[in-house]
């Protein structure tokens, strides 16, 4: 089946092969927060981006496979309502950005921009971009011989930076980080997935850059 990138609450994951991993996307709790659970194709092992709520239904997707991190994407309680309990029923290692880690339960390990965190023999560069919160982080895989991907969290949706609270301030820190780290380095292929609703690619966004800006939001 075509991945689409498209699921709701109760539905069926959404799978997508990379080359180097496999991405399984689902979407959890009442409000519709997704999460992505990382395979390495080489060895098995398994990163989860955003133990966001249902801890069974994400038990169940991580599997016998164990699982060797999470990577919380950002503070907000909708992103880590089941990370408590999938750390303390599979052992793995609890990453957020170090800006944000206090105020999120359970982290073992802080990034900040330009880390890398490794699943397998795969790597995810650590993009931090400031606004939605001041931790808030997005992962970057260049797929060899592929398109680059990114899991946004709430920083970057279709149609729009994240919520800034209409504080002026913070929706310029957002936009200017958005723009310089994710539009400006990565080309027009590049596909990402965000913490709610539908996938796009950084091409389909760019033309609207200007319009975000002129609006605040």
């Given at each position: 089946?075509?991945?689409?990138?498209?699921?709701?609450?109760?539905?069926?994951?959404?799978?997508r092969?990379?080359?180097?991993l496999?991405?399984t996307?689902?979407?959890?709790?009442?409000?519709d927060?997704n999460?992505?659970?990382?395979?390495?194709?080489?060895?098995g092992?398994q990163?989860?981006?955003?133990?966001?709520n249902?801890?069974?239904?994400?038990?169940?997707?991580?599997g016998?496979?164990?699982?060797a991190?999470?990577v919380?994407?950002?503070?907000?309680?909708?992103?880590?309502?089941?990370?408590?309990?999938?750390?303390?029923?599979?052992?793995?290692?609890?990453v957020?950005?170090a800006?944000?880690?206090?105020?999120?339960?359970?982290?073992?390990?802080t990034?900040g921009?330009?880390?890398?965190?490794?699943?397998?023999?795969?790597?995810?560069?650590?993009?931090?971009?400031?606004?939605?919160?001041?931790?808030?982080?997005v992962?970057?895989?260049?797929?060899?011989?592929?398109?680059?991907?990114?899991?946004?969290?709430?920083?970057?949706?279709?149609?729009?930076?994240?919520?800034?609270?209409?504080?002026?301030q913070?929706?310029?820190s957002?936009?200017?980080?958005?723009?310089?780290?994710l539009?400006?380095?990565l080309?027009?292929?590049?596909?990402?997935?965000?913490?709610?609703?539908?996938?796009s690619?950084?091409?389909?966004?760019?033309?609207?850059?200007?319009e975000?800006r002129?609006?605040?939001?």
């Open positions: 089946m075509t991945y689409t990138g498209d699921v709701s609450r109760g539905s069926a994951p959404a799978v092969e990379l080359t180097g496999t991405m996307k689902v979407s959890v709790g009442e409000m927060n999460a992505y659970l990382l395979r390495c194709t080489a060895d092992s990163l989860l981006i955003d133990a966001a249902d801890a069974p239904t994400l038990l169940g997707l991580i016998d496979g164990g699982l991190t999470v919380t994407t950002h503070r907000h309680w909708d992103h880590h309502g089941a990370l408590a309990e999938v750390v303390r029923a599979t052992g793995a290692r609890s957020a950005g800006d944000d880690a206090a105020e999120i339960p359970v982290v073992t390990d990034v921009d330009g880390d890398t965190i490794t699943v397998g023999d795969c790597t995810l560069e650590v993009i931090h971009v400031v606004g939605h919160t001041p931790g808030s982080i992962l970057l895989y260049r797929e060899p011989g592929g398109i680059a991907h990114l899991w946004t969290g709430d920083s970057l949706f279709p149609g729009g930076v994240g919520n800034t609270q209409k504080d002026p913070r929706f310029t957002l936009i200017n980080d958005v723009s310089a780290k539009f400006d380095r080309p027009d292929d590049t596909w990402f997935y965000p913490g709610h609703g539908k996938d690619t950084l091409g389909r966004e760019r033309p609207h850059l200007a975000w002129e609006r605040g939001w």
